[in-house]
């Protein structure tokens, strides 16, 4: 029994110290990012005893201030949701990352340990339902805030995010058709097999439009440029406007674990999770008939390091897209998710029916 449970808080732990540390880590890649695309150095102020590690310590230093910095509240607030509504936004941002595979099933002491820290049938189902609460957060500080500005704010959030997360759902439905389960890790374990002997099944090669549909109303969903409409400074400051310290934070750090989740569910759909091409559990077997023995070890710890890696270039994309594009009006947000988004993944689910239909007679 214990070991059960020491190794569900092993994949839990590995989980958050994950998605944690990357979070804080993306506040210092956003400025570095930003930095080399407009010609400029960026964070590199803060320093450890004379060491400034290319700005590494800003991270750290963000840290300290928030946490040092005057709580403040309105005097008109409603104290309870007030003070609840930033660790709503987080707790649920954190928890959808639990269904999400970062590798294939490890093998300890006799026992089959799916690397995952929460194993479900449904899994896909899991981590929108979670994301889909994080709204509640959000509404909570725009209204709780007694602040007209705040309150335009949420309300933006939530119509946001109601019409991306239904266009998300929408586009994922071709990978779901096409493999038959809910479960992402199942879904990833698809993705490794060949197309043609040689190509593999990736979520990008079988539904590229998808792909495109599914990260672009994803960016809509964390609310992140060119889809900031809630949080636009040049418009209505946004739901966050009364908060402060650490509270502040945590908000940011909803948008950077999302962020995370966002280019993890991208991973595992659509860019075939920890798979490697051509890497089976006893090592790599290629299409001419050559291979490469490996470690049942070996092999776990490069499934994990290439799914970290998928993550990272997508997040990179992400940020890409982030400090290139300016923010659409909220008119056209909206004009695009369901004018858009949506009925482009509706025809996208019609288009794969027929192809498997057609596939399927042959």
Not at 114 to 121: C, H, K, R, S
Request: aromatic fraction near 12%; charge should be positive; include cysteine.
């Amino acid at each position: 029994m214990m070991t059960d449970l020491g190794i569900a808080f092993g994949r839990v732990a590995f989980m958050m110290f994950f998605v944690l540390n990357v979070a804080a880590l993306l506040g210092w890649v956003e400025r570095k990012q930003s930095a080399v695309m407009q010609d400029r150095i960026g964070a590199n102020r803060a320093a450890i005893f004379g060491i400034r590690a290319l700005g590494l310590f800003h991270p750290l230093a963000d840290t300290l201030k928030m946490l040092t910095k005057e709580d403040f509240r309105p005097a008109r607030a409603d104290r309870l949701l007030f003070e609840l509504a930033p660790f709503v936004s987080v707790f649920f941002a954190l928890v959808a990352f639990a269904s999400i595979p970062f590798g294939d099933t490890l093998q300890v002491a006799g026992r089959s340990v799916p690397l995952q820290a929460v194993t479900l049938n449904v899994g896909i189902l899991y981590v929108f339902a979670m994301l889909s609460l994080g709204v509640y957060g959000v509404m909570m500080a725009g209204w709780s805030s007694a602040n007209n500005f705040a309150l335009l704010g949420g309300q933006r959030a939530a119509a946001l995010m109601i019409s991306a997360e239904i266009a998300i759902g929408a586009s994922i439905m071709g990978v779901i058709m096409i493999h038959g389960s809910l479960n992402l890790m199942e879904i990833v374990r698809g993705q490794g097999q060949l197309l043609w002997g040689w190509l593999p099944a990736w979520g990008i090669i079988t539904q590229p439009l998808a792909f495109v549909l599914f990260v672009t109303a994803g960016i809509a969903a964390t609310k992140r440029i060119p889809f900031d409409m809630p949080e636009g400074e040049s418009e209505i400051i946004g739901y966050f406007v009364e908060y402060s310290g650490m509270k502040f934070g945590m908000f940011l750090m909803t948008d950077m674990v999302e962020t995370i989740v966002l280019a993890g569910l991208s991973t595992s759909l659509f860019l075939g999770g920890w798979q490697i091409p051509y890497l089976v559990a006893d090592g790599f077997r290629f299409p001419w008939g050559a291979g490469i023995a490996l470690s049942p070890l070996v092999v776990t710890v490069l499934q994990v390091g290439a799914f970290m890696v998928k993550v990272a270039v997508v997040i990179f994309v992400l940020m890409l897209i982030r400090w290139t594009l300016p923010r659409c009006r909220y008119d056209q947000a909206m004009r695009l998710g369901w004018l858009g988004l949506f009925p482009l993944s509706i025809a996208n689910i019609v288009l794969t029916g027929l192809v498997l239909i057609a596939w399927g007679n042959r």
